[in-house]
């Protein structure tokens, strides 16, 4: 059974520009979730999603977006790229539509130069 | 709100020790407590779930212990190896309504040394 599966692996970007990351997750789980990881923050909630539903989003600036598609694929956009938003981004999986055991991907790493 | 905190940040051992991480949670009302691993720059490997009906979790040479009324887990690693050097993060679901949306607790990194 394949994992959950984040891509790309790694970005470097610019400053301004905008950023798609995608997120597969594990087959059969309609539940996903995004979140930031930096040195300073630690891991911080971005959103999350249920059956192409966005249920519940964190403290973060409007340029951070996401979606779900009908396969239960998610991606996230980051627009207007500052340096700050240089960190690992990473994806949860989960089977059913809430408390049930997260599953996580290998993550993206974003770089903005 | 609920606030996750894990004590010690870092801890070095020898390999062969007996260990245990400690994570403690403000509010008890919770539906599960899992803890994972990550090793640098990769993603997060769930390791254990434990049900807030449980006491105790086993996994190979992991045993994950619950107590809510104290607000407290302890993850257990037996006969420590220096391939379990990675950072050990415990996590709760946000209490209220229905959500896989996770509470993070600050990590504890660990170094086995040969």
């Known amino acids: 059974k394949a994992g959950v599966t984040q891509t790309p692996r790694y970005l470097i970007k610019t400053r301004g520009q905008q950023v798609t990351l995608s997120c597969s997750p594990i087959?059969?789980?309609?539940?996903v979730s995004w979140y930031q990881q930096t040195p300073g923050q630690g891991l911080q909630f971005l959103f999350e999603?249920?059956?192409?539903?966005?249920?519940n989003k964190g403290n973060f600036p409007g340029r951070f977006s996401g979606r779900q598609f009908s396969n239960s694929r998610s991606e996230m956009n980051v627009s207007t790229l500052e340096l700050g938003d240089s960190a690992l981004y990473l994806c949860a999986s989960s089977s059913s539509e809430g408390y049930t055991e997260a599953f996580f991907g290998q993550g993206t790493r974003l770089t903005v130069v | 709100k609920q606030e996750v905190t894990q004590i010690p940040a870092a801890l070095s051992v020898p390999e062969g020790e007996n260990l245990v991480l400690n994570c403690s949670f403000t509010?008890?009302?919770?539906?599960?407590l899992q803890w994972f691993r990550q090793d640098p720059g990769k993603g997060l490997t769930s390791l254990l779930l434990?049900?807030?009906?449980?006491r105790e979790q086993t996994s190979g040479r992991l045993n994950a212990s619950l107590d809510k009324s104290s607000g407290r887990s302890t993850l257990y690693i037996a006969a420590s190896q220096p391939g379990d050097s990675a950072t050990y993060l415990c996590a709760v679901p946000f209490y209220g309504g229905a959500t896989n949306k996770l509470i993070f607790g600050t990590g504890t990194l660990l170094a086995v040394q040969p």
């Open positions: 509010d008890s009302a919770i539906y599960n």
């Open positions: 087959s059969g789980h309609r539940s």
């Open positions: 434990i049900q807030s009906s449980q």
């Open positions: 999603y249920f059956s192409e539903t966005q249920r």
